[in-house]
């Protein structure tokens, strides 16, 4: 099977598995999206989502963020770790966003790269969960499961990214990446692989080797 076809074939499993898979971070507009996501950076999203209520209750657009003491924000932030620097690329994105956009959130990788404290991964998660560009984001359980799965020989995020985003079609990319985080969570985990929970055994070359 040839590599496109495998990571479609593997796109539609995880569909069948997880039909409803969305982001698990918990956000009322993109604003708070993309300070969700830079809190979450070597944080989970269970606890960010606990964290980002009362953040979000005292800041919830760039306006107030961008005026907010970073003491108050650190104290706030605090149980997310790295809570000095998250604290103040918070409050200098939201400065950003308010002088060069008006307070939206950009839809493009070139402007939202601009902005403090965001990489490649939160600019994929904002391109393709709010504005439905797609968009690879490559953390840790997709790094793996990709390399897993032969999509990728590579190890550095960026480079994933650019060697698998032409493998999954464009509107597909966002749910799939939600989806290989349920599955690293449950199926395909750091620590072992489960391949006999696997809907991908057919085709996956780990498991299969003479079908890469
Ligand atoms: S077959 Fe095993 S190694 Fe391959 S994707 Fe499934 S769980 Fe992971």
């Not at 997310?80 to 939206?104: R, V």
Request: net charge positive; charged share 25%; hydrophobic share 40%.
């Amino acid at each position: 099977m040839r590599k496109k076809e495998r990571a479609l074939a593997f796109a539609n499993a995880l569909e069948k598995l997880y039909p409803d898979a969305i982001c698990s971070l918990e956000y009322k507009d993109p604003f708070q999206l993309l300070c969700a996501v830079q809190l979450s950076a070597q944080c989970t999203d269970a606890r960010v989502n606990l964290t980002t209520p009362a953040l979000f209750a005292a800041y919830p657009d760039a306006k107030a963020m961008a005026s907010a003491p970073l003491e108050e924000v650190e104290r706030l932030i605090k149980p997310c770790g790295f809570y000095h620097n998250k604290a103040k690329n918070l409050i200098k994105c939201a400065e950003q966003l308010l002088e060069d956009y008006n307070g939206a959130v950009p839809d493009s990788m070139e402007e939202l790269l601009k902005l403090a404290g965001v990489g490649r991964k939160t600019a994929n998660l904002i391109l393709g969960d709010v504005y439905k560009k797609g968009g690879m984001v490559i953390d840790t359980h997709a790094k793996r499961i990709l390399y897993r799965m032969g999509l990728t020989t590579k190890t550095d995020p960026t480079q994933v990214e650019m060697e698998t985003t032409p493998l999954i079609p464009t509107n597909m990319q966002s749910d799939f990446c939600h989806r290989l985080v349920l599955f690293g969570r449950d199926i395909c985990t750091a620590r072992k692989a489960y391949c006999e929970k696997c809907p991908a055994t057919d085709f996956c070359p780990k498991k299969n080797p003479k079908k890469a």
